[in-house]
């Protein structure tokens, strides 16, 4: 295998995945390798980099309705993360020597027992691997298998006070490494939140990689969360901080565009854009439009958290 870009590229980015696992077995194995139970034995042996040298091809796998996954290779080439770049196919390279390590997610506000987190305490919960539907809020979607866990889990370990109500994200602010920060069409840096029940549900994920392997920068290195049944501007990436708070949260969103941008943002086919429709989308690597499903397909798990709550008011 020829190795080109060697002198630009991260080593985890240039090296086959096969390489990779070498690599880390004769480390004796990194502790995400370790959690999320890939073996070098097991990754399976269709790693094969084809004509560019950069390319790694993952197995397909299904999600829980039988729908395949998105390839590894579109999932991380087509991306949004404005502190990078607007521009959803410039993202993976202008964020390519983004610094995720050492990394410290802070987790306080409203709790008994604040902490602070580095990547090692987080990778220590289990990494299940989680298939969900990304469904952006501009109509395009994709099938991701994330490696994390529940955030409950974490929400548990610091114990919310009663005065919780709501628990708030925050990305990394760091305009040298993040020149889309410069930008003063947003308040940065991107904030998200959850109602404390929203994120109390199972579906609601910290998540560490995708395809078995840690996240590339574009995808929210080293730490992000994952809403499957809301637009996927919910899924705040690259976390520093999780704090419980009594009052909702004002997002990057809702305060950029409140007319278009709301708090809850559940998926809901039903309740257009005021510039587009919600009813269907594009699956990437599709050519037809799909329909769009009410909480992205996951009404059975989720819907029971807006009982009585006016959907179309509370977008
Ligand atoms: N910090 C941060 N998180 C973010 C974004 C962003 O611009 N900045 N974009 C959001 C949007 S609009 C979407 S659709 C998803 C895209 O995730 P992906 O690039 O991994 O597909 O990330 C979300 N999380
Ligand atoms: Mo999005």
Known sequence: ???????????????????????????????????????????GGNNSASGNENAVSFP??????????????????????????TDKEAVAKDARNFVSSPWQVEVGGLVNNPMILGMGDILKFEQEERIYRLRCVEGWSMVIPWNGFSLSKILNMVEPKSEAKYVRFETLYDPEQMPGQDSKWYEWPYVEGLRIDEAMNDLATIATGLYGEEFKPQSGAPVRLVVPWKY?????????????????PTSLWMAAAPREYGFFANVNPDVDHPRWSQGSERRIGELSRIETLKFNGYEEQVAALYDGMDLEANY
């Open 1 to 43: 295998m020829k190795i080109r870009s060697s002198e630009i590229t991260p080593k985890t980015t240039y090296l086959s995945r096969k390489e990779f696992m070498k690599g880390a077995a004769i480390a004796g194995g990194s502790a995400f390798l370790a959690a999320c139970g890939v073996s070098p034995q097991n990754n």
């Open 60 to 85: 397909v796998k299904k999600d829980e309705f039988g729908t395949e996954t998105t390839p590894f290779e579109s999932i991380t080439n087509f991306n949004n993360f404005y502190e990078f770049n």
């Open 232 to 248: 996927g501007f919910k899924s705040i990436k690259s976390i520093v901080k999780i704090e419980l708070v009594t009052e909702m």
